[in-house]
């Protein structure tokens, strides 16, 4: 299985730039397509998806949210920070499925 | 407006059986793979199982095959989720999802499955 490596936090002051990485354990990139994609979860509420296919900004989603990265090292950048995106954010790969797997998820605290 | 709404989680005893089931609506239901995804108390999130658009084929995380059940009615718009044998690290909120191609796009509020005596 591809396993997934978030570190567990990151502290941001508001109107700053966030960067959460994630690193997987072998490459989940196909040609042109980059099987990494990104989900937001605040307290007490479902996960939300924010990107798909690593750069691909979901649907509804503010243009803060970007995406980047291929083979094994992927960014997510939040610029800038509001306070609505205090939140944890979890990584998710699609290269080798079943089973899909999820980083362990990056807590976004404020400073 | 896509909704998946859960229901059927509880308390149960170990070794005992419960059956979930995920009301989806605002979307063809029979186009789309679903999936359950699920999240212990203070953990991350772990996929469980896959089913396909037409139930013609299901995938399962390898520490629920042969306990877990993925089903669907199409005819209903509904997704189930049977889970026979449950342990107490099957203790966790199951979350009914969207599965689109490669991605989870619409997730439900989720439900609570606690296991224990």
């Known amino acids: 299985d591809i396993v997934l490596t978030q570190s567990p936090a990151l502290a941001v002051s508001l109107g700053q730039r966030a960067t959460i990485s994630c690193r997987a354990s072998?490459?989940?990139?196909?040609?042109?397509?980059?099987?990494m994609h990104w989900y937001q979860q605040k307290p007490g509420q479902q996960p939300k998806l924010l990107i798909y296919r690593a750069s691909n900004l979901a649907s509804g989603i503010p243009a803060r949210f970007s995406g980047s990265g291929s083979g094994t090292d992927f960014t997510l950048t939040i610029n800038p920070v509001q306070a609505d995106d205090i939140a944890t954010y979890y990584c998710?790969?699609?290269?080798?499925?079943?089973?899909?797997?999820f980083g362990g998820g990056t807590k976004l605290e404020l400073k | 407006e896509v909704q998946l709404v859960e229901s059927g989680g509880g308390l149960v005893q170990p070794g005992r059986s419960m059956k979930l089931s995920c009301a989806a609506s605002?979307?063809?239901?029979?186009?789309?793979?679903m999936a359950w995804v699920c999240q212990a108390p203070k953990k991350g999130l772990e996929w469980v199982a896959t089913?396909?658009?037409?139930?013609?084929?299901?995938y399962y995380r390898d520490s629920v095959k042969g306990r877990f059940t993925i089903s669907r009615d199409n005819a209903k718009s509904t997704l189930y989720l049977q889970m026979d044998s449950l342990r107490s690290e099957d203790t966790a909120t199951y979350y009914c999802a969207r599965n689109k191609l490669s991605f989870f796009d619409y997730w439900g509020q989720g439900v609570m499955v606690t296991v224990s005596s």
């Open positions: 605002g979307f063809t239901f029979n186009n789309y793979d």
């Open positions: 072998q490459s989940v990139s196909i040609s042109r397509y980059n099987l």
């Open positions: 998710q790969q699609s290269r080798e499925s079943p089973p899909w797997t």
């Open positions: 089913i396909s658009y037409d139930g013609s084929s299901t």
